[in-house]
């Protein structure tokens, strides 16, 4: 429990802290020097921060995914789910993860089905860059999140969750650039809170001048059974601030679902 306990206090010390400075980073006085990089569309975070002075919106148009197990049928759909990251030093970012409508469905395999819509729970989220912003062969950083509670419509569990993530990214050579992720994070079951020790793996390829695809593999265990994911996606640069993509997440394990679909926009300013 102690393990538990300090990474939900670290997650939410990291992220409530700065919250206070966070609005009168929007106002950017220089246009963006670094390359636009995003926490989307893959699993694996990128370890680069947004400059000082400037935001970052990355959304998705919405998404979809399905899971079936002992004959139950699961899906679920979100509009607009977006990630607003704010550059508050040169190796340093806040911002938060808003969902403004989610809705699942369960059907049994007898009897009436279950249907839940509403708000979203709210995470927070703070990144400090260790090395690499600027350049070099390698970028490494350290994230802590702290989800709250505040999901309406029967979503989400009641409980605050917290995880410190530490996306790693580098290149192979010929083109080729990868990333590796590993967090720790705390959820809770309904009786009581889980350490899940989370990795992701992922590799990417410019296939034009403005067009990128990536293939990334997920694994996360601790609470319940094992998880475990496919996903592969496009990127579509349309200038230095924009990037649209889409993609799909495949389940390698059971109790990961079946099948997801995304495609979304991300948006500096």
């Known amino acids: ?133 600027d350049g070099g062969p390698t970028a490494f950083a350290a994230i802590a999140d702290l989800k709250l509670p505040n999901g309406s419509g029967g979503l989400g569990n009641g409980k605050f969750e917290g995880a410190v993530r530490f996306p790693l990214a580098f290149s192979f050579g010929g083109g080729w650039s990868g990333g590796a992720m590993t967090s720790l994070a705390t959820v809770h079951d309904g009786i009581s809170y889980q350490e899940v020790w989370e990795n992701t793996l992922t590799a990417g390829h410019d296939l034009s001048a403005n067009v990128g695809g990536f293939l990334e593999l997920t694994s996360s265990a601790g609470d319940g059974a094992h998880v475990a994911t496919f996903n592969s996606g496009l990127t579509w640069s349309l200038g230095r601030d924009t990037q649209f993509d889409c993609g799909i997440n495949v389940g390698l394990s059971r109790r990961a679902p079946d099948v997801g679909l995304f495609s979304g926009l991300s948006q500096r300013f």
């Open 1 to 133: 429990m102690t393990s538990v306990r300090t990474v939900i206090v670290l997650a939410g010390a990291l992220t409530l802290g700065v919250l206070a400075v966070t609005p009168g980073a929007a106002a950017a006085t220089a246009p963006a020097t670094r390359k636009l990089t995003t926490d989307r569309p893959d699993a694996t975070e990128s370890p680069y921060t947004v400059e000082p002075g400037h935001m970052q919106l990355e959304m998705d148009f919405a998404n979809y995914s399905r899971n079936r197990q002992s004959g139950t049928r699961a899906a679920a759909w979100e509009a607009a789910p977006f990630n607003l990251r704010f550059g508050l030093a040169p190796d340093f970012e806040a911002g938060f993860f808003v969902i403004p409508f989610r809705r699942e469905t369960e059907t049994p395999p007898a009897g009436p089905g279950t249907t839940r819509s509403g708000f979203g729970d709210l995470t927070l989220r703070t990144k400090l860059n260790l090395w690499g912003n």
